[in-house]
C-alpha cells in the first residue's frame, strides 16, 4: 500500500506564493508520474501540473509561466512551486502519483488526502 501525505496549502493574498508537498511513503518499486490536481466549489478536478519520471513537464494553460512542479526521486516527493497566484487559484490541491508495486510490479495511481489553498483579493 502506498500513501500520499501533503503540506503547504493556507491563506495567502492575491500575488504571493505558496509550495505543495506531497511524500509517498510505503511498498514503492518505483513511481513513474507525479501530478496535482484542484477542484474548486462547483467545479470539476482538472489538471494543473504533471511531471514524468524522465522530468518532463506539462502544464495547465491558466497556470504556465507562474507553477513549477518538480520531484525529489530519492524522497518519493513531488512539488507544487505556486507563485503570482490569484483568487481563481483557491482551491483543494490534490496530488496524484502512478506507483509500480510490489508483489506483482503493477502499477496504480493514488491520491494525496488533499489541502486547501485560498487566495484572497
Known amino acids: 500500500q502506498v500513501q500520499l501525505v501533503e503540506s503547504g496549502g493556507g491563506l495567502v493574498q492575491a500575488g504571493g506564493s505558496l509550495r505543495l508537498s506531497c511524500a509517498a511513503s510505503?511498498?514503492?518499486?518505483?513511481?513513474?508520474?507525479m501530478s496535482w490536481f484542484r477542484q474548486a466549489p462547483g467545479k470539476q478536478r482538472e489538471l494543473v501540473a504533471r511531471?514524468?519520471?524522465?522530468?518532463?513537464?506539462n502544464y495547465a494553460d491558466s497556470v504556465k509561466g507562474r507553477f513549477a512542479i518538480s520531484r525529489d526521486n530519492a524522497k518519493n516527493t513531488v512539488y507544487l512551486q505556486m507563485s503570482s497566484l490569484k483568487p481563481e487559484d483557491t482551491a483543494v490541491y490534490y496530488c496524484?502519483?502512478?506507483?509500480?508495486?510490489?508483489?506483482?510490479?503493477?502499477?496504480?495511481?493514488?491520491w494525496g488526502q488533499g489541502t486547501q489553498v485560498t487566495v484572497s483579493s
Open positions: 511531471i514524468t519520471g524522465g522530468g518532463t513537464t
Open positions: 510505503g511498498s514503492i518499486f518505483s513511481i513513474n508520474g
Open positions: 496524484n502519483v502512478a506507483a509500480t508495486t510490489p508483489p506483482h510490479g503493477f502499477t496504480y495511481e493514488y
